[in-house]
């Protein structure tokens, strides 16, 4: 489940990291109540589901509570690129003398999560990631024993953070000391602007926020945790209670894993279903484990150990998968049928791949629910089928999931290799929508 900025930052604040005071607002007047409580110049900010907000508008600054009241309503009529946005978040604007990047994913290969900084944070993070992947530092953190000082003296370092913390009187050892001191040769990828911000952050208080951005990832079940921008303030912002300082989670974003929120009921009461899509929301209420890609190639799998494999062999193929959808085990017919109508509800897949391992799940009622559902569509759609569909039947009931599924005149493979050849050449003959291939 993914949640709000400012759900994230609740959570963050309460794991002892700073963030920018700030209230959420329905309307453009609270908007304003808000803002003349804060004083001073505040930021409106779009609470949508949904990356790059700054780009597309959804951050806006104020320096009266009346234009704070004209962009949150302009925000809460108008959406945000075709996402419906029902809360603006009014905080107060800091003064911003670098943006970083700190972030924590789960690694579900690895069984643990990856630690994530660098010096390039703000909006064009991805881009970064994309053209300059050596400049994010990615650390794995063991689940036994958590963040250690290696860690955090390693993300210090890469962020060009200084040391003044903990340096002793004297002159310290050329590792010990701040980065702006030691010879050329030896500083860190993302050294800082020239000059040091009025007040100068240590090793001490990035090690802070650290930790407690671990223990609230640990504490929430989170598969992913960033603050992007972690903002160096230019004279230490102010954050409620908590006093000033001189780093500030300006913006924070959380993933919490939908298995665990059983475990989380305060989190769970907390989902927005007007920012989930139609799709999702079906997902959801289905039980099914659905997450929208970019990709030409349904997938649909039961397991997601599986699922995972099944894009990894698409792609090797030549292929992207236009989505994650895991069926879970034991699913009967009807189960399939409307995992199946998700998939075809996408107007961007051109060919399905069906890879179903029948243990628990029987492959014959798979097979029946893949026939349901393609006659249901072409029913609707008037057409022979919708999309080619490719599908592997491996274990309980095989033979008879075969038979049914050739019987429909429907093509299957003999192994996963076999199978993903033949989708995303099924899909690589299908023109895009609105023209081309």
């Given at each position: 489940?993914?949640?709000?900025?400012?759900?994230?930052?609740?959570?963050?604040?309460?794991?002892?990291?700073?963030?920018?005071?700030?209230?959420?607002?329905?309307?453009?007047?609270?908007?304003?109540?808000?803002?003349?409580?804060?004083?001073?110049?505040?930021?409106?900010?779009?609470?949508?589901?949904?990356?790059?907000?700054?780009?597309?508008?959804?951050?806006?600054?104020?320096?009266?509570?009346?234009?704070?009241?004209?962009?949150?309503?302009?925000?809460?009529?108008e959406g945000l690129a075709g996402a419906p946005v029902h809360r603006v978040l009014v905080e107060r604007a800091a003064d911003i003398y670098a943006e970083l990047y700190l972030?924590?994913?789960?690694?579900?290969?690895?069984?643990?999560?990856?630690?994530?900084?660098?010096?390039?944070?703000?909006?064009?993070?991805?881009?970064?990631?994309?053209?300059?992947?050596?400049?994010?530092?990615?650390?794995?953190?063991?689940?036994?024993?958590?963040?250690?000082?290696y860690h955090l003296a390693r993300v210090?370092?890469?962020?060009?953070?200084?040391?003044?913390?903990?340096?002793?009187?004297?002159?310290?050892?050329?590792?010990?000391?701040?980065?702006?001191?030691?010879?050329?040769?030896?500083?860190?990828?993302?050294?800082?602007?020239?000059?040091?911000?009025?007040?100068?952050?240590?090793?001490?208080?990035?090690?802070?926020i650290a930790r407690g951005l671990y223990a609230c990832a640990r504490a929430n079940d989170a598969t992913l945790a960033e603050i992007n921008p972690l903002v160096v303030t230019a004279e230490g912002s102010p954050v409620g209670a908590t006093g000033r300082s001189p780093l500030l989670a300006l913006d924070a974003k959380m993933v919490i894993d939908d298995s665990a929120l059983y475990r989380h009921p305060d989190l769970a009461a907390g989902r927005d279903p007007q920012s989930e899509s139609d799709v999702e929301r079906e997902a959801r209420l289905a039980g099914l484990s659905y997450v929208k890609l970019d990709g030409r190639v349904g997938c649909m799998v039961n397991?997601?150990?599986l699922a995972m494999a099944t894009m990894d062999v698409l792609k090797l193929h030549g292929g992207e998968p236009a989505n994650f959808l895991d069926v879970g085990g034991g699913a009967r017919e009807e189960r399939v049928a409307q995992a199946l109508r998700l998939i075809l509800s996408d107007p961007a897949v051109a060919a399905i791949l069906i890879n179903i391992f029948g243990g628990i799940t029987r492959c014959d009622?798979?097979?029946?629910?893949?026939?349901?559902?393609?006659?249901?569509?072409?029913?609707?759609?008037?057409?022979?089928?919708?999309?080619?569909?490719?599908?592997?039947?491996?274990?309980?009931?095989?033979?008879?999931?075969?038979?049914?599924?050739?019987?429909?005149?429907?093509?299957?493979?003999?192994?996963?290799?076999?199978?993903a050849r033949l989708a995303v050449a099924a899909a690589s003959e299908r023109p895009l929508a609105g023209g081309g291939r």
């Open positions: 489940m993914r949640l709000h900025e400012y759900q994230s930052k609740a959570l963050l604040a309460a794991h002892g990291i700073p963030v920018p005071d700030g209230e959420v607002a329905a309307t453009g007047a609270e908007a304003a109540a808000v803002a003349r409580r804060l004083g001073g110049r505040v930021a409106v900010k779009a609470q949508a589901l949904m990356g790059g907000r700054g780009k597309a508008g959804g951050i806006v600054l104020a320096d009266t509570p009346e234009e704070a009241e004209a962009h949150a309503a302009r925000l809460l009529a972030g924590l994913v789960l690694d579900r290969r690895a069984r643990r999560m990856v630690l994530m900084a660098c010096p390039d944070g703000g909006i064009d993070i991805e881009e970064v990631a994309r053209r300059h992947p050596e400049r994010i530092l990615r650390l794995p953190v063991d689940p036994a024993i958590g963040l250690r000082g210090a370092d890469h962020l060009g953070l200084s040391r003044r913390g903990d340096v002793p009187r004297g002159d310290p050892p050329v590792g010990e000391r701040p980065v702006d001191e030691r010879p050329e040769d030896e500083r860190p990828v993302g050294d800082p602007p020239v000059g040091d911000p009025p007040v100068a952050p240590t090793d001490d208080a990035l090690a802070a397991g997601a150990g009622e798979v097979a029946r629910g893949v026939v349901s559902a393609l006659r249901r569509e072409a029913r609707l759609l008037e057409e022979a089928t919708p999309v080619p569909v490719v599908i592997r039947l491996v274990g309980t009931n095989e033979d008879e999931g075969r038979r049914i599924l050739e019987e429909a005149g429907l093509a299957t493979a003999a192994t996963l290799a076999e199978g």
